[in-house]
């Protein structure tokens, strides 16, 4: 958690600094975007953790904000193959799996051009994650619950330009659900712009 405190201390920094260092250099990338999203997902439930797959479709929409600065609002819809679990699959010991499905997020961004074409920014947001809790006791998995799971987000990223409409991001984000669920997750991405 203190790393993650750390990230989102330095990009907050580089947010509100960066514009006195572009030097009133106009926005480019604003409008609507469109995005993929693909890359490590890692549940953790009360202590334990797993590594996964994220992958996804994202949407936004940046508006300038006056010299390098942007504002935007932000849309997904992503899956996972993460898989949590915790016991020993016998009747003393149950095993306790949470298993991600999918996760929607509504949120907004702040952001600034270091240079055209490279973006650094900050988001944060609602969402809700589709979870199965399911138990084994030796004698095969039981659904406990299908659970959606209200929580925020937060993250920073960096976007960087290959045509005047094509972009690349790499992204770390933070989650926090309900039932000591939370999750990290850095995703790279490929996105349009309209």
Request: glycine content about 16%; hydrophobic content about 40%; charged content about 20%.
């Amino acid at each position: 958690m203190r790393s993650f405190a750390y990230l989102a201390a330095v990009a907050a920094t580089a947010a509100v600094a960066a514009p006195a260092f572009a030097q009133g250099a106009p926005v480019a990338g604003t409008g609507l975007r469109l995005e993929g999203l693909a890359g490590w997902d890692r549940t953790q439930v009360n202590g334990g953790h797993e590594d996964g797959v994220a992958y996804g479709i994202g949407a936004g929409y940046d508006m300038a904000m006056g010299g390098a600065a942007i504002v935007g609002a932000d849309v997904e819809l992503t899956d996972a193959s993460t898989k949590e679990c915790a016991g020993a699959r016998t009747a003393l010991s149950p095993e306790f799996c949470a298993k991600a499905g999918r996760d929607i997020y509504v949120g907004g961004r702040i952001g600034t051009d270091l240079r055209p074409g490279t973006r650094l920014y900050a988001k944060a947001g609602y969402t809700n994650a589709r979870y199965k809790l399911t138990s084994d006791a030796g004698q095969g998995d039981v659904t406990l619950d299908r659970a959606n799971l209200d929580g925020f987000r937060v993250g920073a990223g960096a976007e960087q330009a290959l045509t005047a409409n094509s972009f690349v991001k790499a992204e770390y984000r933070y989650s926090n659900y309900e039932q000591g669920i939370s999750r990290h997750q850095v995703l790279g991405g490929f996105g349009m712009r309209f």
